[in-house]
């Protein structure tokens, strides 16, 4: 099976513009994930994603955004970029609730300047 | 809420030695916990976790990590360390209030030298 898929690997935007992540799954994973990685806070859950329906949300503003269809794939979206977004931005896929695992792709760098 | 820590920012071992990684959770309930390997400019990749039963869980690649209760500490471990084992590794622990969502420790390089 595919692993997890992420476009782009890498982005360079600019202070105030917005950017879109998108995410595919493992076939037949219906969970998707999304985490931010820095150096300064380390893994920080951002939401999840379970059948179109947003289970759950970190603690982040409401500059971050996501949406999931229903092929599972999973899209975030970050509005009004600033220079604290940049960020290793990791997706992640599970089977669903009573599954444990969670599968990660390789994540997007992104670059605010 | 749930937490891990990892009290060690980076581990050195010689090849060939055993390796210990440490961490402790603190959780209300039943710990769901999890380890997980970072390599340069990449993703996770999961290594093995603990949901309930024996103490001691193997994983992929060798890596084995055992569940004390009362320590509340669930350390990874090799027996014989590898260079290509050189990575970032992290400890999580299942948010118990939120279906998937993993709360991530610190993370602990690991350095294992020829």
């Known amino acids: 099976k595919a692993g997890v898929t992420q476009t782009p690997r890498y982005l360079i935007k600019t202070r105030g513009q917005q950017v879109t992540l998108s995410c595919s799954p493992i076939?037949?994973?219906?969970?998707v994930s999304w985490y931010q990685q820095t150096p300064g806070q380390g893994l920080q859950f951002l939401f999840e994603?379970?059948?179109?329906?947003?289970?759950n949300k970190g603690n982040f503003p409401g500059r971050f955004s996501g949406r999931q269809f229903s092929n599972s794939r999973s899209e975030m979206n970050v509005s009004t970029l600033e220079l604290g977004d940049s960020a290793l931005y990791l997706c992640?896929?599970?089977?669903?609730?009573?599954?444990?695992?969670?599968?990660f792709g390789p994540g997007t760098r992104l670059t605010v300047t | 809420a749930q937490s891990v820590a990892q009290p060690e920012d980076q581990v050195n071992v010689a090849e060939g030695n055993p390796l210990t990684v440490k961490c402790t959770y603190s959780v209300s309930g039943n710990p769901y916990l999890f380890w997980y390997v970072q390599y340069p400019n990449r993703g996770l990749q999961f290594l093995l976790k603990y949901i309930t039963g024996d103490n001691l869980v193997k994983g992929s690649y060798g890596f084995e990590a055992e569940f004390n209760k009362s320590q509340t500490s669930f350390h990874l471990k090799k027996p014989s360390a590898l260079v290509s084992d050189s990575a970032l590794y992290f400890c999580a622990v299942r948010d118990m209030t939120g279906f998937q969502k993993l709360v991530f420790g610190t993370g602990t390089r690991l350095l294992v030298s020829p």
């Open positions: 994603y379970f059948s179109e329906t947003q289970r």
């Open positions: 076939s037949g994973h219906r969970s």
């Open positions: 992640a896929s599970s089977l669903g609730q009573k599954t444990y695992e969670q599968y």
